[in-house]
């Protein structure tokens, strides 16, 4: 285990990594790596959360947007957009009304992706939730 000046530290690069805007005092993020309990969830956060997998705040408006404008596909939608898109013959020649409805299926696709974000976002709300719940409970502590 790190010590807790480190861990501090090696938390800090973790969360300007993820584009977390919220900021935490050196002193909280020392409080907070010091404690037994809350030092092996940082651990397990620095070494799991990574850019890769979390959306930065940008991106998540963007998603919200996209899902409020019921953009996202999800369900019964999701699975027929990929179903038609797995049955798309790049190939073959079209004519205006098949490519008007391939470019609509394409564009699905795109928002299909986005709904994968929806993962990273819910893992985002949990490292928000997690920290902000942790150093609650240390500042009452202290």
Not at 6 to 34: C, P
């Amino acid at each position: 285990m790190a010590s807790a000046h480190g861990l501090a530290n090696l938390f800090k690069s973790t969360l300007r990594e993820i584009e977390y805007d919220e900021q935490i005092s050196d002193r909280d993020l020392n409080n907070l790596a010091s404690h037994p309990k809350a030092a092996a969830l940082l651990e397990w956060l620095c070494g799991n959360i990574t850019s890769d997998n979390t959306l930065a705040t940008e991106e998540l408006k963007r998603f919200n947007i996209l899902k409020e404008r019921q953009q996202v596909l999800e369900g019964a939608s999701l699975r027929e957009a990929l179903s038609q898109a797995e049955h798309t013959n790049p190939g073959q020649d079209l004519t205006d009304d098949e490519l008007r409805h391939s470019v609509a299926s394409l564009s699905e696709q795109v928002l299909v992706l986005g709904g994968a974000n929806q993962r990273l976002q819910a893992q985002h709300a949990v490292l928000r939730y997690i920290s902000a719940d942790v150093l609650s409970s240390l500042s009452s502590a202290f």
